[in-house]
C-alpha cells in the first residue's frame, strides 16, 4: 500500500515525461520525518484489508509493533505526532494487544474515517487523507499521488460522490487524464492538483 518512485520511472516508460521531468518529480525539498512515515505507512496497511488490497491480519503486526514503540518512548511520540490524528492513534495504541488488535484496527481507522457509513468508505477517507497531506507536506509529488488515485477501483455499492475519498478518486481521474495529454498546461494542471489535496487534508 505504500507509495514508490517506482511510479515515475513508469511515467517516463510510456512516453508522459521525459528524464528531466521525470527528475524534478522525484525531488523532494522538505526533510523526511521517521515518525511521519511510520504513522502514514501503518495507517495505509491498515486501510489494505477493507478496501480488499490484502487479507484480514494486513496491518495488525504493525499496528502491535507502532503501540511497542510509543511504549518505549512515548513522550517523543506524543511530541512528534501533536496533531489530532496523531493523538488519536497514541491514545489506541495504550490498548492495543494481540488479543485486542483486531477490535484496535477499527477503533483506530473508524473515526478518522468519518464521514462513513461502512468500512470500505472509512478506510478510502483515511487513505486519501494520508495521501493528500504527504502532497501538501512536500513528501510526495501531486503526478505520483493522482496518478495512483486514477486507477483505484471504487465498488459500484460504494461509488457515493459524498463520501471525501470517493470524490477525491474521480475528480484525481479526471485532473490526471488531463495532465498526460501534451496539449494542456501541465503547470497549470497540477496547481489543480495540489488544490484538490490541500481540500482533502484533515482539519
Known sequence: MKIRDDQIEYFILEGSVTVPEAQ?????????????????NLLMHLCAYPLGEAAPRSGL?????????VDRERSVWENELADHVGRHMIEVATTVS??????DRWDLLLPLGEPSTNR???AINVYTWVLSSRVVDGFLHPVVAAGWLSTWP???????????????????????????????????????????FRAGIWD
Open 24 to 40: 524534478r518529480m522525484r525531488t523532494m525539498s522538505t526533510p523526511r520525518s521517521v515518525t511521519r512515515d511510520l504513522r502514514d
Open 61 to 69: 503486526a504493525e499496528l502491535e509493533a507502532f503501540a511497542r514503540a
Open 98 to 103: 494481540r488479543e485486542t488488535r483486531e477490535q
Open 120 to 122: 470500505w468508505q472509512a
Open 154 to 196: 471504487i465498488p459500484d455499492a460504494y461509488d457515493d460522490p459524498a463520501v471525501p475519498g470517493v470524490h477525491m478518486i474521480h475528480v484525481a481521474g479526471e485532473l490526471f487524464g488531463s495532465w498526460k495529454r501534451r496539449d494542456v498546461l501541465r503547470g497549470e494542471v497540477e496547481e489543480h492538483m495540489m488544490e484538490m
